[in-house]
């Protein structure tokens, strides 16, 4: 039996975005795009050879008949030498670039690198959410000075891209995820971008934060549902003055989103978009 199985298909130009959606839900690791002609694209994913991982083909032939889905065991080897064929440097804000090990020494000197081992079950910051938060971090965070030895809260950290991103530039915080594994990815990634020391990471999500802690910024790229459920929570560990990055959130509910952190006495909210995607910063909002 193999490990794996890899799926292939192909969309026209208009399924896209809904086609990222559902594969930001369902594969949090990752896929590779490439152009199939001037009208279409042409995906290409892995997943664990599971009930679960053949799901995601059939729901992708359900859902686009016409995308021509082609499944195929692998074993977990080809998994990672096909990250090391089509893994490139992604540049989120003009300000951080995500990259693998092996690429560590081509790192753009320009940018603040985030160095990632990709694996099956966490993500590598190449899906919108995870860019949306760095695009929206880069610009709270402007130059960076002013926020050496600050404090941040990384709810829902993953594989830790955002809370090693903001370690780099000279803060200390908390990560939190309700997935251990998540966890053990996380500081795995932290002690491999040499910010161990500056970043704390714990299982549990914002209940498990010490009573009275308060962040100066606080970065949250979980989902909807949650995101409104906990405002009052996550807004009242905002510090006076502290700015806050919502994501994971499809655009079609980012008003609602929106509206949760507004009755907590928060102002509006900068919103970028992303194919189906939105992401919510809010600057210096908590007075």
Not at 20 to 44: I, K, M, R, Y
Not at 135 to 144: A, Y
Not at 164 to 193: F, Q, S
Not at 211 to 239: H, Q, T
Request: charged share 20%.
């Amino acid at each position: 039996m193999t490990d794996l199985l890899q799926i292939r298909f192909s969309l026209p130009a208009h399924e896209v975005d809904a086609c990222q959606a559902f594969l930001a839900e369902n594969v949090p690791h990752g896929w590779q795009e490439d152009q199939d002609g001037p009208d279409g694209t042409a995906f290409s994913l892995y997943v664990e050879d599971s009930p679960a991982g053949r799901a995601v083909a059939e729901v992708v032939s359900s859902r686009w008949p016409q995308a021509g889905v082609q499944v195929q065991g692998r074993e977990k080897e080809d998994w990672g030498r096909a990250w090391m064929e089509f893994f490139v440097p992604l540049e989120c804000g003009q300000r951080f670039e995500i990259l693998p090990p092996w690429l560590a020494d081509k790192a753009n000197p320009e940018l603040t690198p985030v160095i990632i081992e990709p694996k099956m079950a966490f993500g590598t910051g190449h899906h919108p959410t995870t860019a949306l938060c760095l695009e929206g971090l880069s610009t709270i965070l402007g130059d960076g000075a002013s926020w050496e030895d600050k404090h941040f809260l990384d709810l829902g950290t993953g594989s830790g891209i955002l809370a090693i991103a903001l370690c780099r530039l000279g803060m200390t915080g908390v990560g939190l995820d309700i997935d251990p594994l998540a966890v053990e990815c996380a500081e795995e990634n932290a002690a491999r971008n040499g910010v161990g020391d500056r970043l704390s990471l714990a299982v549990g999500s914002i209940d498990a934060v010490e009573p009275g802690v308060r962040f100066d910024l606080i970065v949250a790229n979980i989902l909807s549902g949650p995101l409104i459920g906990m405002a009052p929570l996550i807004v009242s560990r905002l510090a006076p003055g502290g700015a806050l990055v919502l994501s994971g959130i499809l655009e079609e509910q980012a008003d609602a989103v929106a509206a949760a952190y507004e009755a907590q006495g928060l102002g509006p909210a900068e919103r970028k978009i992303s194919g189906e995607w939105a992401a919510l910063t809010y600057a210096g909002a908590c007075r």
